[in-house]
């Protein structure tokens, strides 16, 4: 399944462009009201010119404050369409904000004094090059798509004049990034003529989802049975596919549903994911990055006490590789201090752990008692197959069990497993309730923050309940 909403890199390039805007325009500011005079004489110069160090010192002032106004207007908020990134008026409104700010802080503190000709300048000028550097990154990005083939696979589930009007807006310049798979019909007599293939009805949904790739489905209508509509979720669930549906209630509306709109169309769709949202899966990776290098530094004299440890207690390798599901149920080698017997599981196959288990080492024991065993995992976040903080990444054996007998099991695979979670660290690992830790799972991935990860990190130092 494809990462629905922005990429990590495009989210690092929107924040990245927003900067280098900000910081140009703030550049020529200055310039055009200090230096431009032979350009532009109708700019007064000043009695005495400033410094501009002693502009350019609160410069990382400006880019927080016109950063934080763009967050809260959602500049930065997930859409269907790249295009909903440059919206100019928000833009506007945002950039006048954080102008209207800096001037407050002039005014409030004297060590912060900016001349006002530079803050009305500054107001055009950034939202100018915000909207310029946006512009210019939705080309870089289309670009990059259309070499790469990557699209979002979609099907329209539904007839008549209201799917053909989302296969036509899907199919447009301004979903580009968007492929229509093609239309699941509710009415099998319907001969209605489609741009895209009719794949089907809905009673064949399940084979229709096994046969094609898809990354997100519409149902353009409401008007069906509780039983189909809950068939077509049940579906969409198990397969990790974002799932919209045009509504013709509004009040259908909950806390854990968000409408959005393509040319004029509501739709309603399960909440996007707070990890859905680029600059969140930045902030992320980037704790990850940080933690994962200086934990592989910092504890690589541990590291060397361990494997010579490990292989005084027993014969077999010191690292223990085994295949793990990450996000969006892709397989990753995932490792671990080798705390069992090389032949563990030869008679009876992949199985939980248990308390006091026969299978451990001596040494294998105390390592899982005190979560040592995970600390080579430390590599896997390096690389980028896990996260610090997440649900623990599965065996693709109990996932095949597991995802037709446990509700909502599969959400866990929307983001990267961890190191440690909150099911971990409140005592739901081993062999304990998988339903009462799917429900820790998503709880996490519903909630989270990075508030939340720094917690869940802290508590993993004192949460060894079950730890075997």
């Known amino acids: ?54 502009y350019v010192k609160t410069l990382p002032l400006v880019c927080f404050v016109f950063v934080l106004y763009f ?18 008026g928000s833009l506007l409104k945002q950039s006048l904000y954080g102008v209207l700010v800096l001037l407050a802080l002039s005014t409030m503190y004297r060590n912060v004094s900016y001349s006002r000709l530079f803050l009305i300048l500054l107001f055009p000028l950034i939202a100018f090059l915000v909207i310029l550097g946006r512009t210019i990154l939705i080309r870089v990005e289309n670009r990059i798509r259309k070499i790469q083939g990557k699209k979002t696979s979609l099907v329209v589930v539904g007839d008549g004049l209201l799917a053909q009007q989302l296969v036509r807006s899907f199919t447009s310049s301004d979903f580009s990034n968007y492929q229509v798979a093609g239309v699941v019909s ?11 293939p009719k794949l089907g009805t809905l ?20 008007n069906v049975g509780k039983d189909a509509l809950t068939q077509v979720i049940t579906a969409c669930d198990r397969r990790m596919i974002q799932f919209y549906i045009v509504p013709d209630v509004f009040d259908m509306l909950t806390s854990k549903v968000e409408l959005t709109s393509v040319s004029g169309i509501n739709m309603l769709g399960v909440q996007k994911l707070p990890l859905d949202n680029g600059l969140n899966r930045l902030q992320k990776r980037a704790l990850d990055l940080l933690c994962s290098m200086f934990g592989l530094f910092f504890l690589s004299p541990l590291f060397l006490i361990l494997i010579l440890r490990i292989k005084m207690s027993s014969k077999g390798p010191i690292f223990f590789k085994q ?3 990450r996000e969006d149920g892709k397989e990753f080698p995932m490792f671990k201090f080798r705390t069992m017997r090389e032949d563990a599981e030869t008679h009876s196959g992949p199985v939980f752990a248990k308390e006091q288990d026969a299978r451990c080492t001596p040494i294998g024991a105390w390592m899982r008692s005190k979560n040592l065993d995970e600390l080579p995992q430390l590599w896997n976040v390096f690389h980028g197959d896990m996260s610090l903080v997440g649900p623990r990444p599965e ?5 095949t069990q ?33 339903e009462e830790r799917i ?12 508030w939340l990860d720094l917690k869940i990190l802290f508590l993993t130092f004192f949460s060894y309940k079950n730890a075997y």
């Open 203 to 222: 009673a064949e949904i399940d084979s229709i989802l096994d046969r094609i790739p898809v990354d997100e489905l519409i149902f353009s209508t409401v």
């Open 439 to 450: 429900k820790y799972d998503v709880y996490y991935i519903e909630n989270w923050s990075l």
């Open 323 to 325: 295949a793990r599901c």
């Open 1 to 54: 399944m494809a990462r629905r909403g922005y990429s990590l890199l495009f989210a690092s390039g929107l924040f990245i462009s927003d900067l280098l805007a900000i910081i140009l325009g703030f550049s020529l500011a200055f310039w055009l009201r200090f230096h431009a005079h032979s350009f532009f004489p109708f700019f007064p110069l000043p009695l005495e010119i400033p410094h501009w160090g002693n």
């Open 395 to 399: 065996r693709p054996h109990f996932i």
């Open 402 to 434: 597991f995802k037709f007998d446990i509700p909502r099991y599969m959400s866990r695979h929307r983001i990267k497993p961890g190191i440690t979670g909150w099911a971990q660290v409140n005592g739901w690992r081993g062999n304990t309730s998988l």
């Open 186 to 196: 509710l009415d099998p007599s319907d001969t209605e003529p489609l741009p895209v």
């Open 71 to 88: 967050r809260s207007g959602g500049l930065y908020r997930e859409s269907l369409s790249f295009s909903k990134i440059v919206r100019v």
